[in-house]
T-cell receptor, first 117, second 113 residues
């Protein structure tokens, strides 16, 4: 399967603990996005990378959140000192930016469902 | 990006065409209309997009009104597997940094026997 993969698929943690999620994009895709989705709502943009550079961060991305894409391939999203309000589905997507600058459509992974007790 | 308005939910009988409307009255001249869907417990899936001409692919057809203030996604022969939340998104040209997607709450389509 050559789609976007995310691990783990589910994570249950206690309030105050740190968690880290991983996203493996489609191999030739140079752009990677993170979104968060709460129950009954559409996904909300968190941040995105062009290769290893983090180009934009949403106001939703508090200081407790950090994302990396060190080698321009996979990405990790870490949440420190988790709170119950962090419970959500965390979605990763990737796309290809052509030399012309045009960005192809985004392909999403299955998400990581986080539950903070 | 322009705001969109979609019905909260719709039903469709299997085998019939599903027509999902979307209003985007504040759309700018260079903004595209994108449709994604999200089947339960999965990530969103790209369906189709267009600027001003009608578009068709293997999944669906997109009809955009002449004034571009509204559009309709058509699933010509809905099946039970088309049951999902459908998101209509309006966004600037897919270049540079303007590539993030702004989702609303979408339309929940229920396909029934």
């Amino acid at each position: 399967d050559t789609g976007v993969s995310q691990n783990p698929r589910h994570k249950i943690t206690k309030r105050g603990q740190n968690v880290t999620f991983r996203c493996d994009p489609i191999s030739e895709h140079n752009r990677l996005y993170w979104y968060r989705q709460t129950l009954g709502q559409g996904p909300e943009f968190l941040t995105y990378f062009q290769n290893e550079a983090q180009l934009e961060k949403s106001r939703l991305l508090s200081d407790r959140f950090s994302a990396e894409r060190p080698k321009g391939s996979f990405s990790t999203l870490e949440i420190q000192r988790t709170e119950q309000g962090d419970s959500a589905m965390y979605l990763c997507a990737s796309s290809l930016v052509r030399p012309s600058g045009r960005v192809k459509e985004q392909f999403f992974g299955p998400g990581t469902r986080l539950t903070v007790l | 990006d322009a705001k969109t308005t979609q019905p909260t939910s719709m039903d469709c009988a299997e085998g019939r065409a599903a027509n999902l409307p979307c209003n985007h009255s504040t759309i700018s001249g260079n903004e595209y209309v994108y449709w994604y869907r999200q089947i339960h417990s999965q990530g969103p899936q790209y369906i189709i997009h267009g600027l001003k001409n009608n578009e068709t692919n293997e999944m669906a057809s997109l009809i955009i009104t002449e004034d571009r203030k509204s559009s309709t996604l058509i699933l010509p022969h809905a099946t039970l597997r088309d049951t999902a939340v459908y998101y209509c998104i309006v966004r600037a040209p897919n270049t540079g940094t303007a590539s993030k997607l702004t989702f609303g709450t979408g339309t929940r389509l229920q396909v029934t026997l």
